[in-house]
């Protein structure tokens, strides 16, 4: 029998491909859904939201874009720490004793230095943004919320992660985009970036969904875990690399409104605590995740 699976943030990025995954009749969980619509800020929204108990959560919904969060850190807050809470108490008042996955981010680390490079969960966290202070503050109180009541709760800590579906406010599915507009005939052969000469570890959402997966079914409560691939990659050449599969020749143009606050040149995560643990390892290739961009792209480019 299948165990029940409730899942915050299933119309965003990832929890779109986590529908994917439980639509295939082998899945292992099953797909609950809520009773009603449901905003995380409005507790009253979430009094009977569960017609049958999940086994387990995956606590997703956020407010996830850094510019935002300087722009409305009061608004981050209420979504993401206080949303969280209100998630939390309304579970309670059900009687849920399931695993509680809450979904952080590896920006809760901020700068780290070169020399402490990948980051492992060892590393302190220092964050550096509104966002990444709301989310750090969340994962204390996902992790004090199972000391109290005895539930299994564990964060995961997903560094950047890419595939078909997200928004264009992201840097990779903004490139891919505008790629194929000039393929297109749409845009003039110029692509507008922010500083592109940065490393990160990029993990496509593939591999993000099934690392969620096996810590429902492996994780060690209590504990939290990185997400990543565990090597850094510029991504002025993932640009290049989309450009040369779409077959696009083009200029790179600084835009100063892309200009992110607050970054570092090189991030490279770690992920020896999740294999170690689970048994998980990434599975899709960085041509696979960009082949797999441009398609989407190409169908979105063509609705809009």
């Not at 029998?1 to 995954?21: D, E, P, Y």
């Not at 041509?287 to 190409?298: F, G, T, V």
Request: hydrophobic content about 40%; proline content about 5%.
């Amino acid at each position: 029998m299948k165990k029940r699976l409730f899942v915050t943030g299933l119309s965003g990025f990832v929890g779109q491909h986590i529908q994917s995954r439980l639509a295939s009749p082998d899945a292992a969980w099953e797909l609950l859904p809520a009773a009603s619509r449901f905003d995380l800020t409005d507790p009253h929204s979430l009094i009977d939201l569960w017609p049958h108990m999940p086994d387990a959560v995956i606590h997703l919904a956020g407010q996830t874009f850094v510019p935002e969060a300087f722009r409305d850190p009061a608004r981050t807050f209420d979504i993401n720490l206080l949303g969280t809470l209100n998630l939390l108490q309304a579970l309670k008042a059900r009687g849920f004793q399931g695993t509680f996955l809450y979904v952080s981010s590896g920006d809760v680390y901020g700068q780290v230095s070169e020399n402490d490079l990948p980051i492992t969960e060892q590393q302190a966290p220092c964050p550096r943004n509104p966002y990444a202070v709301s989310k750090i503050s969340a994962e204390f109180l996902s992790l004090q919320w199972g000391l109290s009541e005895g539930w299994p709760v564990l964060v995961a800590r997903p560094f950047n992660h890419i595939g078909s579906g997200q928004k264009d406010s992201f840097v990779i599915a903004s490139a891919a985009r505008q790629i194929i507009r000039i393929k297109q005939g749409l845009q003039a052969p110029q692509l507008e970036v922010g500083d592109i000469d940065v490393s990160r570890d990029f993990l496509d959402v593939g591999d993000v969904v099934s690392a969620y997966f096996a810590l429902l079914e492996k994780g060690q409560a209590g504990q939290v875990y990185n997400i990543c691939s565990g090597r850094e990659q510029s991504i002025r050449s993932l640009i290049e690399q989309l450009a040369d599969l779409a077959e696009v020749t083009m200029q790179l143009v600084q835009d100063p409104a892309r200009m992110r606050r607050a970054d570092q040149r090189r991030v490279c995560g770690s992920h020896e605590r999740l294999t170690k643990t689970t048994g998980w390892t990434p599975d899709i290739t960085t041509q696979q995740s960009l082949r797999a961009i441009l398609s989407d792209w190409e169908k979105r480019v063509k609705q809009e």
